[in-house]
């Protein structure tokens, strides 16, 4: 069976077995909600924020952003360097699948950051050597003599086997486990994938810390971000038996809010510097922490502070509540204003509002992704100019 949904919707009953059902909720936690109805043989999938597709024994949830595909690439693309990554490059039409959309895009941009040959670096190696290499284990040695032949040593090695690498060859081998991946996918997957002959297989579980970009790898920076990126969607449950589920999801709130301050923080640099969520206390003791989505200063000063939300829901008694986060972090930086930035919203809040006896303004500006990309790019012109004309003060809070 397959379904067809929109992001934030749901679906008519759809009758599902149980094997299928066990399968779905193994992979679909937290991404698509399985709820139940009168019929103990039918459900209702609810979808969010995640999009891309599932598939179960039995069932083919296929999940659609409500932005076009190509915003959708450019969206991915933010911050990568080089030409060629505008979205006519990528070979999808606007109604490609989406799941062959994002896998093309994410070996293109690794197989791009590695062309020219594998980063290397050094790694400490530990092994049994008949020559002694770098410097003797006499501790080791000490426990058992009767390896002297075979001395333990541990020396640094010049490899490719380094993290970065680890992280690349990961999420090309989880991107080809797709069980329908087109057929010049799969073999542009596997010919990027012979690349790293000599790279340890590691687990997606392995790499859930970000690794550091520093100027020996920043070239690797924008695919190891995307690699990371498959790595959260995809995921391979094997159930009872030969069953198996598949999953190749994108979430598009972190998607949504990574993009948006990787272009608002390019236009706005150097005068204005934009740090990405980073960590605030909200006493004075330190005690309750806080993470705004981006923090906008010059030098050391902060200047404004916002949050980026992808969808606005809404709730029984009225508009989204998403400002009230926002009213906080003004608070307990000393800002005079802050600033909501979302793609759609079930009920659109106010451009402006002004906090009763404080005076703090909270901005909301919405961020249509449904126009040309070429339109696009203006309202994020038009939005760095408003960020900027709010940190300089135009918009001081009211008394």
């Known amino acids: ?33 399985i709820r139940a109805t009168a019929d103990p043989d039918r459900v209702v999938l609810v979808t969010g924020s995640w999009v891309g597709a599932i598939s179960v024994p039995g069932l083919t949830l296929r999940i659609r952003p409500s932005a076009p595909m190509e915003n959708l690439f450019t969206m991915f693309s933010a911050g990568i360097p080089g030409e060629g990554w505008g979205s006519d490059q990528i070979g999808w039409s606007s109604d490609a699948d989406l799941v062959d959309g994002v896998a093309a895009f994410v070996l293109r941009s690794i197989d791009e950051a590695t062309r020219r040959g594998l980063l290397h670096g050094y790694v400490s ?3 049994d050597l008949n020559l ?55 073999r542009d997957g596997l010919r990027l994938l012979a690349r790293f002959d000599g790279v340890d297989d ?39 038996g030969d069953q198996s589920a598949h999953t190749f999801l994108v979430d598009m709130d972190d998607l949504f809010r990574r993009w948006v301050t990787t272009e608002i923080s390019q236009r706005l640099w150097p005068e204005i510097v934009v740090d990405e969520q ?7 003791h330190d ?28 709730t029984p008694s009225g508009p989204s509540t998403d400002y009230f986060p926002l009213l906080t972090y003004a608070s307990a930086l000393g800002l005079g204003a802050g600033m ?17 006896s404080i005076g703090t303004r909270l901005i909301s500006v919405p961020l ?32």
């Not at 309750?288 to 949050?307: C, E, H, I, N, Y």
């Not at 909501?340 to 009763?356: F, I, N, S, T």
């Open 1 to 33: 069976m397959d379904v067809d949904l929109l992001e934030h919707a749901e679906s008519a009953p759809v009758r599902l077995p149980r094997e299928a059902r066990k399968a779905l909720m193994s992979v679909a936690h937290g991404r698509v909600d």
């Open 340 to 356: 909501l930035v979302y793609a759609q919203a079930d009920e659109p809040p106010a451009p402006e509002m002004v906090v009763r």
């Open 202 to 240: 590691t687990d997606a579980r392995a790499h859930r810390d970000k690794i550091p970009v520093t100027r020996l790898n920043e070239h690797y920076g924008p695919s190891m971000d995307l690699a990371r990126m498959a790595l959260d969607g995809v995921a391979i449950r094997h159930m009872e």
């Open 132 to 186: 002694i290499r770098g410097r003797l284990l006499v501790e080791q040695l000490a426990t058992r003599p009767w390896a002297i032949a075979q001395p333990p040593c541990r020396y640094d090695d010049f490899t490719a086997n380094i993290p970065e690498n680890k992280l690349l060859r990961c999420a090309v081998r989880q991107v080809l486990t797709w069980p329908t991946l087109p057929p010049v996918v799969r």
């Open 125 to 127: 190696v530990e092994e």
């Open 287 to 314: 005690q309750l922490q806080f993470t705004p989505d981006m923090l906008l200063r010059r030098g050391s000063r902060a200047v404004l502070v916002g949050d980026v939300v992808y969808h606005l829901g809404s």
């Open 278 to 284: 980073p960590e605030h206390s909200l006493d004075v």
């Open 368 to 399: 249509r992704l449904s126009v040309p990309p070429a339109r696009l790019a203006g309202s994020l012109d038009t939005l760095a100019e408003l960020v900027r004309a709010v940190a300089a003060g135009a918009l001081a809070p009211a008394r």
